[in-house]
């Protein structure tokens, strides 16, 4: 059972905007920092954001993150066909049991 | 340019082990810390271990005594040793690492070796 949150799915029509949200506490998101996965069925997953707001080399500007508290948002806009995919957030949480823990995912349907 | 290979997986019965490998190019794996994490058939994601370059290790509550990850610095290698595996280990498991920032993050991932628990 994931301690962080998301919406299982979210859909928009190509061009639109889609936001999806991660939700924590103050021993994960609330004190560490946020990444942010694509993962197209069959592959590995790929690294969108990181440090909260962060984006690795090569992903283009239509995917932001942002984080507030204990919550974190993922922002796609323009949204392509390609960007059809699981997407997953992450951070360190720094309770007892220390981990890595992933969000539940949410599916990203483009209509 | 960075690449991670994983290899090692196969068909086990409950209660046997397996050891994963994950060959490492394009970077040197006692640099960075080096992470597996696994996905179950049809379900997300779930971080299994990690160890630092310092040779530090930090494992999921699940696997806690039963999985240990190591590095072989000379062949450039990080391993994960499995027993007591049960059949909903199966997963394809991962290894990945951050190479972009000291916090947490996998920006390289392999392309995964499947373990099947099964009898």
């Known amino acids: 059972q994931s301690v962080l949150t998301q919406p299982p799915s979210v859909s928009a029509a190509p061009g639109q905007k889609v936001t999806i949200s991660c939700s924590g506490s103050s021993s994960n998101i609330g004190n560490n920092y946020v990444s942010w996965y694509q993962q197209l069925p069959g592959t590995a997953p790929k690294l969108l954001i990181y440090?909260?707001?962060k984006r690795p080399s090569g992903i283009p500007d239509r995917f932001s993150g942002s984080k507030s508290g204990t919550s974190a948002t993922l922002g796609i806009t323009g949204l392509q066909t390609g960007d059809e995919a699981d997407y997953y957030c992450?951070?360190?949480?720094?309770?007892?049991?220390?981990?890595?823990?992933f969000g539940t995912g949410t599916k990203v349907t483009v209509l | 340019e960075v690449q991670l290979v994983e290899s090692g997986g196969g068909l086990i019965q409950p209660g046997g082990s397996l050891r994963l490998s994950c060959a490492a190019s394009?970077?040197?794996?006692?640099?960075?810390?080096m992470s597996w994490v696994r996905q179950a058939p049809g379900k997300g994601l779930e971080w299994v271990s990690v160890?630092?370059?310092?040779?530090?290790?930090y494992y999921a509550d699940s696997v806690k005594g039963r999985f240990t990850v190591s590095r072989d610095n000379s062949k450039n290698t990080v391993y994960l040793q499995m027993n007591s595996l049960r059949a909903e280990e199966t997963a394809v498991y991962y290894c990945?690492?951050?190479?972009?920032?000291?916090?947490?993050?996998?920006?390289?991932w392999g392309q995964g070796t499947l373990v099947t628990v099964s009898s």
């Open positions: 992450g951070t360190w949480d720094s309770s007892l049991s220390a981990a890595y823990v």
């Open positions: 990945a690492s951050c190479t972009v920032t000291t916090s947490y993050c996998f920006d390289y």
């Open positions: 440090d909260n707001n």
């Open positions: 394009g970077f040197t794996v006692s640099n960075y810390y």
């Open positions: 160890i630092y370059s310092g040779g530090s290790t």
